[in-house]
């Protein structure tokens, strides 16, 4: 499963970076071949573009499918193989190929550019690919050389090159589309890897693995020293899912210096001596009338509970029916309190929590405080708070059964719940909250979490299906997004074209006089003709550059002295009138308008200034019926597609410097809360989907994918600086969460969440 999860990924990665790769190849190449003097180059350039387009599907195919099938073949070999030598076989078959460039000739060329790329890139993704190469070879129980990582550079770049090899292209266009290949792939490919070695950590193999120990133990596993390799990094070989962590070999969970594991072991040694201080009991809810004094003076040892009767008291039908049977009796804060909802199931006995033995009570305070502050973070949806509350008891039976869940960073339990905030900080109270697919699974996770047994197996296998179903509906909502995305893409080009046109003609005729015969002219043909030109090629292109030009003319027309120029107008008039005919404007249409342009500058011109000495708006000349008529133009009707609105660089030219670096500093997939719509009193959160660039305009939508508001840069740090728009950070919300609480309850740390 974590394999095909993997080809999954990698399907996904390579199909949009060949995407962007063969996206903007014919620019290059166009460019380059403009560039050669030699017919015979161009010609190369050229016909390598009508190769890729026409061929672009099957090399993209081709190449997906090869690196895919490495994958999968290694997963076959998991589930089929009798043993790693089975394993070896298919690695040696798979991984390995002759030579990587003998589609193209054994060209000497093409083989130095094949290995200062892939030299390169594997400098650059040397970490990772070693911590990912181990974490494979404990899954398939070898010891796989990073060389033979089927998502190695080599490998990837052999795969591309088989699929472009045989399409008949010369060496130059195939030199510069390795160029574009290490630009757009193997540039971002450490990046992958990354995401690749997290989502194994996630899952449980070898969640304690060090990169840097990796490094050292990379020799070793070439080498076939797979006990060097369990010495550095301190798991063995093959560990697969999540074993169940014994209590009996502290030696075998490594405890990094000045991680939140080492803080969280110091601090329990710390309660463990300062459980009578009466600042420490206020600390977690206790007044010392309510304990009756010092709890080890007022009972005997003989009178504790031991964690095993402790353990069995929860399980008990009678605390049972209390807790879950009759869940309306207790409100939301009630829910995740642990030290409340203990004390009261020990009180059904007889008992009180001085009854308990130290250590069991230091776990209590903890975890109570923890989950405090894992709901009090906000960036779990109220709506949820019922539903999340059900893994509070089993948590606390987990911590109190196996202390290795505060050792261990990566302990299913404690992953499971940051993975549980993380994917429904989009979920909303609402009418189809019942029915949303991520809601519903999460039902059937806390469902499935209260019948399992206190044990790191069974959670392992809950949190594996739950990242895989996270897995597939990620996919799933990418999709959308990419839709959502290109739509809001088109959308802004047509409005960033509407507002060139709306500036370029509003400076030269707003507040000015011209013919009405002019200004119809202009609003409803020739902004058709600048808006093409501007959708298609840029404000900066030379077919912009003309049109405006003949625009300047004809207006300059109406500041000429004497008689106009009847052959000069008659050119000019042509020009446009084929300009129109490019935009398929209505002929007929376009001629009219012209004429009445020509009869407006040859005959009305001089005769109205005269005659009409009076300046008419456009509603009375309009009414009056004569384009000869001269106007003053107060607004502009622009009958083309998009809208107009307020740039951001008008909004708000004092903000603070501050404020436009964090909005800069956004990455696409972080959450935030804003206001949406005029007025919106409840802020909605929302995830970028993408920035456009150069505008600067941010899209955000839903967990769904669907779109919720387009906003640019300065109302977003507007926004920031009212503090009407916060920032989600939701990695890590439960470890962050038991960091406040060390923090809190013993005075280690910032109380940000992060230890010193």
């Not at 999540?242 to 405890?255: G, K, T, V």
């Not at 905030?421 to 999460?442: H, N, Q, R």
């Not at 505008?695 to 920031?720: E, M, P, T």
Request: hydrophobic share 40%; glycine share 8%; aromatic share 6%.
């Amino acid at each position: 499963m974590p394999l095909r999860m993997l080809s999954d990924r990698a399907r996904q990665f390579l199909t949009e970076s060949a995407d962007r790769l063969f996206g903007r190849l014919p620019d290059v190449f166009f460019e380059l071949a403009d560039d050669l003097e030699d017919g015979r180059r161009q010609t190369q350039y050229f016909d390598a573009i009508s190769a890729l387009r026409n061929e672009r599907t099957e090399i993209v195919n081709d190449w997906v499918s090869s690196v895919t099938a490495r994958l999968q073949a290694f997963a076959d070999t998991v589930e089929h193989s009798g043993g790693p030598g089975a394993l070896g076989a298919t690695s040696a078959s798979v991984c390995r190929s002759e030579n990587p460039c003998r589609g193209e000739g054994d060209s000497t060329e093409l083989i130095v550019a094949f290995d200062k790329l892939v030299s390169e890139a594997r400098i650059a993704c040397d970490p990772v690919l070693t911590s990912l190469s181990l974490r494979l070879g404990s899954l398939l129980a070898v010891d796989l050389d990073k060389r033979d990582c089927p998502l190695s550079p080599e490998r990837i770049t052999d795969d591309f090159l088989q699929a472009i090899g045989g399409r008949g292209l010369a060496m130059s266009p195939l030199l510069t589309l390795l160029k574009l290949y290490d630009e757009d792939v193997l540039a971002r490919w450490g990046g992958f890897l990354e995401q690749c070695d997290e989502l194994l950590c996630g899952i449980g193999i070898l969640p304690d693995l060090d990169v840097s120990s990796a490094r050292k133990c990379s020799s070793g596993a070439a080498s076939g020293s797979a006990d060097d390799c369990k010495k550095t990094t301190g798991a063995s070989p093959r560990r697969g899912p999540l074993a169940e962590p014994s209590i009996d070999e502290p030696d075998e969970l490594p405890i990094p210096a000045g991680s939140l594991i080492a803080e969280e072991a110091r601090c329990l040694d710390q309660l463990e001596q300062g459980w009578n201080d009466p600042a420490v009991s206020r600390g977690v809810g206790f007044e010392p009338e309510e304990t009756g004094g010092d709890m080890e003076t007022n009972r005997s040892t003989d009178a504790r509970l031991t964690t095993e009767e402790l353990l069995n008291l929860l399980d008990s039908a009678e605390l049972e029916s209390m807790l879950v049977a009759t869940p309306d009796v207790l409100q939301p804060i009630d829910r995740i309190a642990v030290l409340t909802r203990v004390q009261e199931a020990l009180a059904r006995h007889g008992r009180s929590l001085a009854d308990l033995d130290r250590q069991d009570r230091n776990i209590l305070a903890l975890l109570d405080r923890g989950f405090r502050e894992y709901f009090a973070f906000g960036y779990i949806p109220q709506a949820l708070w019922e539903l999340v509350s059900l893994a509070v008891m089993p948590v606390v039976k987990t911590a109190l059964a196996n202390p290795a869940f505060f050792e261990s960073e990566q302990h299913p339990a404690r992953r499971l719940l940051n993975e549980v905030a993380s994917a429904s900080i989009g979920l909303s109270a609402g009418s189809g909250l019942d029915e949303d697919p991520v809601y519903k699974k999460l039902v059937r996770i806390f469902e499935q979490w209260q019948t399992l047994d206190d044990n790191a197996r069974g959670l392992s296998g809950l949190l594996l299906d739950f990242i895989c179903f996270v897995e597939s509906r990620r996919q799933e909502v990418s999709v959308r997004e990419r839709e959502v995305v290109e739509k809001e893409l088109g959308n802004i080009k047509l409005n960033d074209s509407y507002c060139l046109v709306e500036r370029a003609l509003g400076e030269r005729l707003l507040d000015k006089e011209t013919g009405f015969a002019v200004l119809q002219f202009v609003e409803a043909g020739w902004s058709k003709v600048l808006f093409a030109a501007a959708l298609k090629y840029g404000a900066d292109s030379r077919q912009w550059m003309q049109n405006i030009h003949l625009l300047d003319q004809l207006l300059g027309l109406e500041s000429a002295e004497g008689a106009i120029d009847g052959e000069f107008l008659t050119t000019l008039l042509a020009l446009m009138e084929e300009a129109l005919i490019a935009v398929n404007f209505d002929a007929y249409q376009g001629h009219g308008m012209l004429e009445n342009v020509r009869c407006y500058f040859l005959e009305g011109r001089d005769a109205n200034k005269t005659a009409h000495p009076i300046i008419l708006d456009r509603a009375e000349a309009m009414q009056s019926g004569d384009t000869s008529m001269r106007v003053c133009v107060s607004a502009l009707v622009l009958d083309i597609p998009g809208s107009g609105g307020t740039s951001g660089d008008r909004l708000d030219n004092a903000l603070e410097h501050s404020m436009l670096a964090r909005i800069d500093s956004l990455k696409r997939g972080v959450w935030v809360e804003m206001p949406v719509g005029d007025g919106a009193e409840c802020p909605v959160r929302a995830r970028l989907l993408d920035i456009v660039e150069p505008s600067g305009d941010y899209i955000f939508g839903d967990h769904c994918g669907g779109k919720i508001a387009v906003q640019n840069r300065q109302w977003l740090a507007c926004k920031l600086k009212d503090d009407d728009l916060k920032i989600l950070d939701k990695n890590k919300l439960f470890d962050g969460a038991l960091a406040v609480a060390i923090h809190d309850l013993y005075g280690h740390g910032d109380g940000s969440g992060e230890l010193n």
